[in-house]
């Protein structure tokens, strides 16, 4: 099987295709001799007939039906092979690494992409999801081209943004915990004697800056999914992205907690989201496809409204 070629391959389709030794030689600009010679060739090299030449047109043997399979994954592999080639030599990136904010609705980076995966199928993707500041490291260190975070965790001068959207957040608690059960608005004083459950960075985890931190007591997770499942254990109180939770509270599941303050604000807070990449590195064609996309999708009437 050393010798098995693509081009014997190519021509055994052709004749499969187009039903005769002379159809094929016709499509592929050759003498029907040649055809011939060139499916005797890979039958020696399997070692067995793959068409049966008693009838008046060649027909499939089995061993021939049960090849085709495979004749036909190998043309198309190949075909990738040289289409990915091509678009690497023209500057594509063969992998597109994304950072993306645990924060960040997943249906819109689904739908991003699905499309993303249509206009450049040949590009392979690699998904982080981050919390707080891990998007923005992971673009500085240049392991991610392009990220999505949360804008307040993005210190760094070495980063550009456009901005997304911005995720509504909620202070929930489980329909079981104390403090669902309290009558009217809570305030701060109320919070503080509570466990609060807190996200934290995975790769900082003694971080001292907070966001919406009430309580005393903190319990801190560097997974948004933990969180929400000890939130909905009773373990603690906590703000969530409303997207995350809608069917919780709409299932009472979990309560949503209205509070007197919101660190100086009168309702509760929303998070700007924003796509970030480094400014001395122009993005790729891929990443630069894919950012833009977002841009597009977000700022639909429907999201940004």
């Not at 499509?27 to 499916?39: E, F, G, I, K, P």
């Not at 909620?170 to 109320?190: D, I």
């Not at 009430?214 to 009773?234: E, F, V």
Request: with cysteine; proline share 6%; net charge negative.
């Amino acid at each position: 099987m050393d010798a098995l070629t693509l081009d014997q391959v190519s021509v055994f389709l052709a004749v499969v295709e187009h039903g005769s030794f002379s159809a094929a030689a016709r499509v592929l600009n050759r003498a029907q001799s040649a055809v011939t010679y060139v499916v005797q060739k890979l039958e020696e090299q399997v070692d067995t007939p793959l068409f049966d030449r008693t009838q008046y047109r060649p027909t499939l043997t089995d061993a021939g039906r049960a090849l085709l399979p495979q004749a036909r994954r190998i043309v198309e592999a190949v075909g990738a092979f040289r289409a990915q080639a091509r678009s690497i030599a023209g500057g594509l990136e063969p992998e597109l690494a994304l950072a993306v904010s645990s924060l960040f609705p997943m249906p819109i980076l689904a739908e991003a992409l699905r499309a993303f995966r249509e206009h450049l199928p040949t590009v392979t993707t690699r998904i982080f999801v981050e919390s707080v500041s891990g998007v923005g490291r992971l673009v500085e260190t240049d392991i991610c081209p392009l990220g999505i975070s949360a804008t307040f965790a993005l210190q760094s001068e070495l980063l550009r943004k456009v901005s997304l959207m911005d995720v509504d957040l909620v202070m929930v608690a489980s329909a079981t915990h104390p403090l669902a059960r309290r009558p009217g608005k809570l305030s701060p004083e109320v919070l503080r004697d509570h466990v609060q459950l807190v996200l934290t960075d995975r790769t900082t985890p003694h971080d001292t800056r907070d966001y919406g931190v009430y309580a005393t007591q903190t319990w801190r997770l560097a997974d948004l999914s933990a969180k929400h499942a000890l939130l909905i254990a009773g373990l603690g109180f906590g703000g969530m992205p409303l997207h995350l939770v809608e069917n919780d509270l709409h299932a009472g599941t979990l309560v949503r907690l209205e509070l007197t303050e919101w660190e100086g604000a009168d309702r509760p807070p929303s998070v700007p989201v924003c796509a970030t990449w480094r400014a001395d590195k122009p993005l790729g064609p891929a990443a630069r496809w894919m950012m833009e996309h977002l841009v597009e999708i977000t700022h639909r009437p429907a999201l940004t409204g």
